[in-house]
Nanobody, 124 residues
Framework: QVHVVESGGGVVQPGGSLTLSCTAS????????MGWYRQAPGAQRELLAS???????SYADSVQGRFTISKDRAENTLYLQMMNLKPEDTGVYYC??????????????????WGQGTLVTVSS
């Protein structure tokens, strides 16, 4: 079983910055993709940013230009750098690690691993 752990959440004022970290029990470069999700109060979990094994990144429109996802091999850590935070960025942030294996019938077997989440509160 793969374990994923997020850290770095906290309280920050609007316009401030925060960096979240995510470590895993295996190399973060071994997964097909890794991503950061947010679940705001009363809302569904939404994908904010993702990065492939090859380093291709993708962002939700709501965070494009403000958030940066990256991986560090030496630290074996996935990061989410968040700038110009807004009150609507408040929520629990989750790290996801996704991998795919080929089954005996050549079917794709996906596996998703989630951390426990870290709370980010943007408030003055």
């Amino acid at each position: 079983q793969v374990h994923v752990v997020e850290s770095g959440g906290g309280v920050v004022q609007p316009g401030g910055s925060l960096t979240l970290s995510c470590t895993a029990s295996k190399s973060v470069f071994s997964f097909n993709t890794m991503g950061w999700y947010r679940q705001a109060p009363g809302a569904q979990r939404e994908l904010l940013a993702s990065i492939t094994a090859g380093g291709v990144t993708s962002y939700a429109d709501s965070v494009q230009g403000r958030f940066t996802i990256s991986k560090d091999r030496a630290e074996n850590t996935l990061y989410l750098q968040m700038m110009n935070l807004k009150p609507e960025d408040t929520g629990v942030y989750y790290c996801n690690a996704h991998e795919e294996h080929i089954g005996v019938d050549l079917e794709i077997i996906p596996s998703d691993y989630w951390g426990q989440g870290t709370l980010v509160t943007v408030s003055s």
